[in-house]
């Protein structure tokens, strides 16, 4: 088998494999457009024949999106600010002083990782609860949130202050820097891609929460938007047009960061793979 044959073989089953993990993705931007009846017909349609365009601004007015949105931005946009200022600092010194009891440390707080959401609200509910931060329950979805995505953020920033040559800092130090200035004048410059790709990746994963939401804020005009979708859902739901529409809005920006940046975050990922 040539090199050509092999590699076309594999391009043709990558895209093969890229179909289907799309398609509910296509299959969710065409049911937005769909009418009642266009949705039920027998055998489905790939593209509708007359696309309702003005669902996407019913939807967004009646449902008050711009409220679930912003929602969602407060919480992620707080959720990374949080990770992002104490878990730099937490991944460096993790990244300089290296002893198996570290990374026996950091396997043991990786397995916390495993734990699903839904396992570890109701103790985060009652703890919450009892000292009084449900009474601003935004702070507390940022908060759980920061507890479960902290490991993950650290172990991807650790990776990349590893790939950061000691030599540097060491010269930095003869020139008389001290210990925090070499940090913020030579580490941190030369890690910042590392970092910016895993706050995008902490940024999209809070934006999404909805097990912590949906338990800890009780007023609608504080829920974020994953909470929002979840209100189309009831016994005799049937508006799959309007759900759809929703998760269009909600969805889309998401989808278009990622593909803009998708360079940038495979570059950050393996930031630390190779020294």
Same mark, same amino acid.
């Given at each position: ?34 009418? %009642? ?9 790939? @593209?509708?024949?007359?696309?309702? @365009?003005?669902?996407?601004?019913? !939807? ?9 949105? @912003? ?5 992620? /946009?707080?959720? $990374? ?18 002893? $198996? @009891? ?12 495993? +734990?699903? =959401?839904?396992?570890? !609200? ?9 000292? %009084?931060? +449900? ?27 590893? *790939? ?6 060491? =010269?930095?130090?003869?020139? %008389? ?5 070499? /940090? ?30 949906? *338990? ?30 929703? =998760? ?28």
């Amino acid at each position: 088998m040539s090199d050509t044959f092999r590699n076309r073989l594999m391009l043709a089953v990558a895209l093969v494999l890229a179909a289907i993990y799309l398609f509910p993705l296509y299959w969710m931007y065409i049911t937005a457009l769909k009418t %009642g009846s266009a949705m039920f017909a027998t055998p489905p349609k790939f @593209w509708p024949s007359e696309p309702q @365009w003005s669902i996407y601004a019913f !939807v967004w007015e009646s449902r008050n999106m711009a409220r679930y949105l @912003w929602n969602s931005l407060v919480i992620a /946009f707080g959720s $990374v600010a949080l990770i992002a200022v104490l878990g730099v600092g937490c991944a460096y010194v993790l990244a300089r002083y290296r002893n $198996v @009891w570290v990374d026996i440390g950091l396997f043991l707080i990786l397995m916390l990782q495993v +734990l699903p =959401a839904s396992l570890m !609200v109701t103790p985060i509910f009652v703890g919450f609860s009892q000292v %009084g931060l +449900l009474d601003t329950p935004r702070l507390a979805v940022i908060l759980a949130i920061a507890a479960k995505s902290m490991p993950f953020f650290v172990v991807l920033v650790r990776a990349t202050f590893m *790939s950061v040559p000691m030599e540097l800092e060491e =010269a930095a130090l003869v020139d %008389g820097n001290s210990r925090i200035g070499a /940090f913020f004048n030579i580490v941190l410059p030369l890690a910042r891609n590392g970092i910016l790709v895993s706050a995008i990746l902490i940024f999209m994963q809070a934006f999404g929460e909805f097990v912590y939401s949906k *338990s800890m804020i009780q007023a609608v005009e504080l829920q974020p938007a994953s909470v929002g979708l979840n209100t189309f859902m009831g016994p005799n739901t049937n508006e799959w047009n309007n759900i759809m529409a929703y =998760a269009t809005i909600y969805v889309t920006p998401i989808l278009a960061a990622f593909i803009l940046l998708q360079r940038r975050i495979v570059s950050g990922l393996t930031s630390g793979a190779l020294k």
